[in-house]
């Protein structure tokens, strides 16, 4: 066992899941032109459950042209899918309106991919 397989048993089962895949997932982004990509949710608690559990993702894109937008974020959820062999909830940053969610998934929240939020977003 390597020091990234023993760093990723001590984190919570799906988190640790998607940082094994995370090579896989910065192509995907950069394929999708991806700014931005985060984990929240029960993936990155222990009580994630693989059998039952989904994993739930923000999305920035870095193109906001809604030319292709409906491809980029299909195939950002397909492949995402494909990787992890499970169900995909993925939500566009720029589509949450309700600052209630943002505060409620806030400590859950996990940078995968792209530029570090600033505190305040």
Do not use: W
């Amino acid at each position: 066992m390597n020091v990234n397989q023993q760093a990723h048993q001590t984190l919570p089962p799906g988190l640790a899941e998607v940082l094994a895949q995370q090579s896989s997932i910065a192509r995907l982004c950069q394929q999708n032109a991806v700014s931005r990509l985060e984990l929240f949710g029960s993936a990155t608690a222990y009580h994630f459950d693989p059998a039952t559990s989904d994993f739930d993702f923000l999305v920035e894109f870095a193109i906001q042209n809604p030319a292709g937008a409906a491809d980029r974020f299909f195939n950002l959820r397909q492949g995402l899918s494909e990787l992890l062999e499970a169900a995909i909830d993925l939500v566009e940053l720029k589509a949450v309106k309700n600052p209630y969610f943002l505060d409620a998934i806030a400590s859950s929240r996990v940078n995968i991919f792209g530029r570090v939020p600033h505190p305040s977003e």
